[in-house]
């Protein structure tokens, strides 16, 4: 399998200092207010984000081929909420909202694969502790 490589830099404190993302073809920015509070740039979470939404996609596409069926499309959106518990902030919900498109897939096979795809993609997998929630459509 791939192994994948990302890097950041942080310089300063947390509060007025700044860093730096970069993997792949990104390469951005991101500090305290763009993570905490409202500000340019992007943060881990965003990224977390783009990732499961991505992940969950591309799996959910993966079982609907793998039923003879080709999508149309997948496309999902993923909101990662911020909390606190005793440690320190926590990623403590993660809500993906997905809408597919595919001609002959019935409704009920359609809920059981975005089940499997829920529970089965690795980023949902890599964050088993956090409550992941779905809401799935099919048009």
Sequence with gaps: ?????AKSEWTGTLKDGKGSMNFSNYSGPFTFKSRFEEGSGTNPEELVGAAHSGCYSMFLAALISG??????SVETTAKVHLGEDDKGP???????????????LSQEKFEELAAAAKAGCPI???????????TAELH
Excluded: F, H, Y
Aim: overall charge positive; glycine content about 6%; aromatic content about 0%.
């Design 1 to 5: 399998m791939s192994v994948r490589k």
């Design 67 to 72: 039923e003879g069926l080709s999508p149309k």
């Design 90 to 104: 926590v990623i403590t919900t993660i809500e993906l909202d997905c809408q597919v498109k595919c001609e002959g």
């Design 124 to 134: 949902s997998r890599l964050v088993a502790p956090t409550e992941v929630k779905l």
